[in-house]
């Protein structure tokens, strides 16, 4: 079973809130990655991390941004909630680059 | 252009019933597949991986073929129960870069009726 956690499952806000997206593994990998996934359609990369200070941008284009200071822990953060960042919010680690992926429960992210 | 197609996008069984989900792939230089179930609402869990020189893998009542020739895979499932209702999504891992980087399919949702 997977040691990888997010918080909060479900999440309802107005437009225009700071929202943090927690995510936290205890298996000690290095590779972290946050997945967008709208029903009905792929995963989609927003951000990875190859280890602590570092970030990458993934193929979808996101204004949410992550740190990665601490190795068990990768953040997901919005600004400025609006409407078109309503979807859910996939975290996932890997012990190696394109090895297996393991995920978190997700965080269903909804903006009034 | 690298993609992963998944079909049927939905199916309908009964219970005890088995059914083959397909995956047709482009990703290359390929690296491996894997096939996800993924419950609603949660996240996805890992049934199986199969590298280039596998053929078949076994994972209780989930048995995922891969053919890397004509680049298909295909994920079975056996005497389908409840539980089984899930999205199953095929990914495929390329070697082209450290990244290792992943193609998802948009998953077939499967529904076992009683």
């Known amino acids: 079973e997977a040691d990888i956690y997010q918080t909060p499952r479900y999440l309802v806000i107005g437009t225009g809130k700071k929202i943090t997206l927690e995510c936290s593994q205890t298996?000690?990998?290095?590779?972290m990655y946050w997945y967008q996934q709208d029903p009905g359609m792929e995963l989609h990369l927003i951000h990875y991390?190859?280890?602590?200070?570092?970030?990458e941008k993934g193929d979808l284009s996101s204004e949410s941004t992550v740190s990665r200071i601490r190795t068990e822990h990768f953040p997901l953060t919005l600004e400025s909630a609006r409407p078109s960042h309503t979807s859910q919010y996939l975290c996932?680690?890997?012990?190696?680059?394109?090895?297996?992926?393991?995920f978190g429960e997700g965080s269903r992210l909804t903006v009034l | 252009k690298n993609q992963v197609e998944q079909s049927p996008q939905s199916l309908i069984i009964l219970e005890g019933k088995n059914c083959t989900l397909q995956?047709?792939?482009?990703?290359?230089?390929?690296?491996?597949l894997r096939w996800y179930k993924q419950d609603t609402g949660r996240g996805p869990v890992s049934l199986t991986i199969m590298t280039f020189s596998e053929n078949t893998k076994s994972n209780g009542r989930y048995t995922a073929t891969l053919d890397a020739d004509t680049k298909q895979s295909s994920l079975h499932i056996t005497a389908s129960q409840l539980s089984d209702s899930a999205s199953y999504i095929c990914?495929?891992?390329?070697?082209?870069?450290?990244?290792?980087?992943?193609?998802f399919g948009r998953g077939t949702q499967l529904t076992v009726w009683p």
């Open positions: 298996m000690g990998h290095d590779k």
């Open positions: 996932a680690s890997s012990g190696s680059a394109g090895g297996e992926l393991f």
């Open positions: 995956c047709n792939y482009t990703v290359s230089p390929f690296s491996n």
């Open positions: 991390s190859y280890g602590v200070n570092s970030t």
């Open positions: 990914v495929v891992s390329d070697r082209g870069s450290t990244l290792g980087r992943l193609y």
